[in-house]
């Protein structure tokens, strides 16, 4: 027993089902398709910015001078050239310690007394500590970081103390900052030559 469909219902069905196919594809299908357009975009754009940044050649890292001759006018120049970086930076200098409180405290007796060993090898490097206090807007302070760790002259900068005058934008920062350079001692430099 075949049941017949009735012709009305299957007239309206071939209506129904193209429009309920065209409401699907504009409600769901077409939304997605434009998302998919522009991720797709978005990727192509990423691949065009990575091919540009491996097509830029490696940038070379200039010679940096690791030590400095211990020369009577060794501080002079290291201060010259930290004014020197503060003025590139736009900071004010306002003060200068060649001998921070770590640096300058007596050894203790028991460092005193201890004799060298004769078989550990001099240091040939030594190290030499200044605080510098400089007063300028966050960025300058913070460019004014920068320029001295990228310095022509190997320093590390071992502290850096931020104080704000003011809790407003724009305020000026004083920022004391202890850099620590380094020095070839030349007695030890003969010793350890003399022994090879």
Do not use: H
């Not at 022509?152 to 071992?158: Q, S």
């Not at 850096?160 to 430099?189: F, H, K, M, N, W």
């Amino acid at each position: 027993m075949r049941r017949e469909i009735d012709p009305v219902v299957m007239q309206r069905a071939a209506v129904a089902v193209p429009i309920v196919a065209v409401l699907i594809s504009v409600l769901v299908v077409y939304p997605a398709w434009g998302r998919y357009s522009r991720l797709r975009a978005d990727v192509e754009q990423k691949e065009a910015q990575l091919k540009s940044v491996l097509s830029r050649p490696v940038p070379v890292r200039r010679s940096v001078v690791p030590t400095a001759d211990p020369k009577p006018d060794e501080p002079p120049r290291f201060l010259e050239e930290m004014r020197a970086v503060a003025r590139a930076s736009r900071c004010t200098m306002v003060g200068f310690d060649l001998t921070p409180k770590d640096a300058s405290r007596p050894k203790a007796a028991s460092e005193e007394a201890k004799t060298p060993d004769p078989n550990k090898p001099p240091e040939i490097v030594r190290t030499v500590r200044a605080k510098v206090e400089v007063e300028a807007g966050y960025p300058a302070v913070r460019a004014f970081v920068a320029a001295v760790l990228s310095a022509p002259r190997l320093y590390a900068i071992t502290s850096l103390e931020l104080s704000r005058s003011q809790l407003v934008a724009g305020a000026t920062c004083r920022a004391a900052v202890e850099i620590e350079r380094y020095i070839v001692d030349p007695v030890a430099l003969a010793k350890v030559a003399a022994a090879k």
